[in-house]
């Protein structure tokens, strides 16, 4: 019933617009042909559909390619995008930036993941998807600001393309209207891989974001939603890079950037028509030359990244970072920034007060207090500890060798080592260390930082210090140590 | 085969490359997907995934199509008016105002887009335990440099009235010289 209502009703409307056709295609006769190519667009299949339709029953499919020649009101007529700025080669210098930008936020985030060893046993954050960890390797220690340079050009890369891909977004959002929604088998299949991409890029930069300020809104695991989100925009990405090439290369050489720069906007006129139909059917007059826009675009991404990446770099230059979770506000605390404040773990003085034990396992077992660690033999060294979030700090720590601590428990030549925390509870808690990470004569049981014993928040009483690994591996409030003999 | 090819770029409508291309791809994502499905939280994903795509394409863009559009309507002298527009109403003596509105509000804007969860202390508790520190410095920020970025702006458009103004002096002197003559 209900079906045969709806076939009525669009058998009604398609009459309804039939019998307005006419006057719609008399109209389109009386306009000039030329200088309007595209409102030629309006009225797609005019031409193929019969002048005087016969009378009688027409099959839903005729009623539907009816229905579809003529676009809704509002976003679906082409009259609708008025911006004379749009076109091919505006969208393909975005594209350009994008395709090599996008490429090394995505190829840094898949070393991060690669950074955490997620084939040690204890390690991975985001189990399965095993064929997508073909690229896995032993993260190296050195050099020991490997880690730290990865993620703060993955988080500040990232924030300064946001402007970039929120422009190119607009510069193409006319296609989202487009009508007939579906031409061919082909293009709606294309259409449906945009949600890869498009929703791939949103997906990764919200969360990403929202990630760097400890805004946990999102319903699942960020570390799984946040690499296998890149898998799904990587997917996107490439097949969509592929397929529009030829148009990149067109727009590239449609116009000179050379002249542009230098097109004030009493001189901007639109781009010629493209047959991807980025450009305006009508367009406006101008507000904004293209190299005002294009600078606003740069210029929106070097406020974005200008007043984080002093997070990153440290020094005097963390003060300019007005805006990142531990630029201005960790400089003016004075303090060393930190990841997991104590409080937080719930760190109690009983944890950390004469009763710590030190515990070391390997051939035999050997428990240690925090004066016996300390009176082993001291070594230090300056590195960095860098955050997945993109903050880094370089600091002088010093400590106990590692490989010392394993020829305590009776370990000549360790291949591994599982590090335990005071901490109860949290995805952290544990470390697995590879091979390279345990031999790095670098790679320490810090008991100091710059000096001083280190702070609680910092580990107190013992935390691990290893070169170039990922923040979170550096274990603080260390109370056990595995070691791993050589098979 | 060039007659297969051809069939199927007739059913189809593109070489049967782009097919082959579009459905690796969609494999690539699937597997991806069947990873967070394997962890129990799909759901979520797609949801999110979803309504990012509203959001942006549904809901900020035009949000701040609407804005731009109004600030073109409320500002006075739009450069270059549509065509049909008042032809006949002379240029006002001065620069256009609508971009040295437009860049400050839309890079104060972009800068609440990404940090709103500090700037508006949504994140303040989860920030607080994960650094010790506290996420009220942000608004003030935030006002501080948006403040700086309309002075800025502001500074830049007296820049261009003098111009103008120096302009139209010395076009009035010519003008004037040319009828001396």
Not at chain 2, 101 to 123: D, E, K
């Amino acid at each position: 019933m209900l079906l045969a209502g709806a076939a009525a009703g669009l058998a009604a409307a398609g009459a309804a617009r039939r019998a307005r056709a006419p006057t719609r295609r008399a109209a389109a006769a009386r306009r000039p042909a030329t200088g309007q190519p595209d409102r030629a667009r309006e009225l797609p299949n005019t031409a193929a559909a019969p002048q005087n339709p016969a009378p009688g029953p027409r099959s839903a499919g005729a009623v539907l390619s009816r229905l579809l020649s003529y676009p809704p009101p509002g976003p679906f007529r082409p009259s609708t995008w008025r911006s004379p700025l749009r076109g091919l080669w505006l969208t393909s210098v975005l594209g350009l930036v994008l395709l090599g930008g996008l490429a090394v936020v995505a190829i840094t985030g898949l070393l991060s993941y690669a950074s955490y060893n997620p084939r040690l046993p204890g390690n991975d954050q985001t189990p399965g998807g095993q064929l997508l960890k073909f690229y896995l390797f032993s993260w190296p220690t050195d050099p020991a600001w490997l880690y730290r340079v990865n993620q703060g050009l993955h988080v500040t890369l990232g924030l300064a393309l946001l402007p970039v891909v929120l422009t190119k977004l607009w510069s193409v959002l006319p296609k989202l209207f487009s009508w007939p929604p579906v031409r061919s088998p082909a293009q709606a299949v294309e259409r449906l891989s945009l949600v890869m991409i498009v929703g791939g890029v949103l997906f990764e930069f919200a969360t990403g974001i929202a990630d760097i300020q400890n805004f946990y809104v999102f319903p699942f695991s960020f570390y799984t939603a946040h690499l296998y989100g890149a898998w799904v925009f990587i997917a996107g990405f490439v097949t969509h890079v592929i397929l529009k090439f030829p148009h990149l290369r067109a727009g590239l050489r449609s116009r000179s950037l050379r002249r542009e720069l230098r097109t004030p906007l009493s001189a901007t006129r639109p781009e010629t028509p493209d047959p991807a139909g980025l450009r305006a059917a009508a367009p406006a007059a101008p507000t904004i030359s293209r190299r005002g826009l294009l600078a606003a675009v740069t210029g929106g991404s070097l406020t974005l990244a200008g007043l984080a990446a002093g997070q990153s770099i440290g020094g005097w230059t963390r003060r300019t970072a007005l805006f990142a979770p531990r630029g201005l506000s960790a400089a003016q605390s004075g303090e060393l920034p930190v990841n997991r404040t104590a409080a937080t773990i719930g760190l109690t003085d009983a944890d950390v007060g004469p009763a710590y034990r030190l515990v070391l396992v390997g051939s035999r077992q050997v428990s240690l207090t925090r004066d016996q660690v300390a009176a082993l033999p001291q070594q230090s060294a300056v590195l960095p500890i860098a955050c997945v979030e993109g903050w880094s700090v370089a600091a002088r720590w010093s400590g106990v060798a590692l490989t010392d601590l394993a020829r305590l428990a009776g370990v000549n030549y360790p291949v591994g080592a599982l590090v335990e925390s005071i901490e109860r509870k949290g995805s952290f808690r544990t470390a697995d260390l590879s091979a390279a990470q345990v031999n790095d004569p670098r790679s320490m049981l810090a008991l100091r930082v710059n000096g001083a014993d280190l702070p609680r928040d910092h580990g107190y009483p013992a935390r691990t210090v290893i070169p170039a690994a990922p923040g979170v591996h550096n274990t603080k409030w260390v109370n056990k140590i595995t070691f791993t003999e050589q098979a | 085969m060039r007659g297969l090819t051809g069939r199927v770029r007739r059913w189809y409508g593109a070489h049967p490359l782009h097919l082959l291309a579009l459905l690796a791809a969609f494999a690539l994502a699937g597997y991806a997907l069947s990873a967070v499905v394997a962890a129990g939280q799909w759901r979520g994903f797609a949801a999110w995934f979803l309504v990012a795509i509203v959001a942006h394409d549904l809901l900020l863009f035009p949000l701040y199509s609407l804005a731009d559009l109004s600030l073109r309507r409320l500002l006075p002298g739009r450069p270059g008016r549509s065509e049909g527009a008042r032809p006949s109403a002379p240029e006002p003596p001065w620069p256009p105002v609508l971009n040295y509105v437009r860049v400050p509000a839309a890079f104060s804007l972009l800068l609440l887009l990404v940090w709103f969860p500090l700037i508006l202390g949504l994140s303040a508790g989860t920030y607080h335990r994960a650094s010790g520190l506290t996420a009220a410095p942000y608004l003030g920020r935030w006002l501080a440099v948006t403040g700086l970025l309309f002075l800025a702006s502001a500074a830049a458009y007296a820049v261009a009235l003098r111009r103008a103004a120096a302009r139209t002096r010395a076009q009035a002197a010519a003008v004037t010289a040319g009828r001396g003559r």
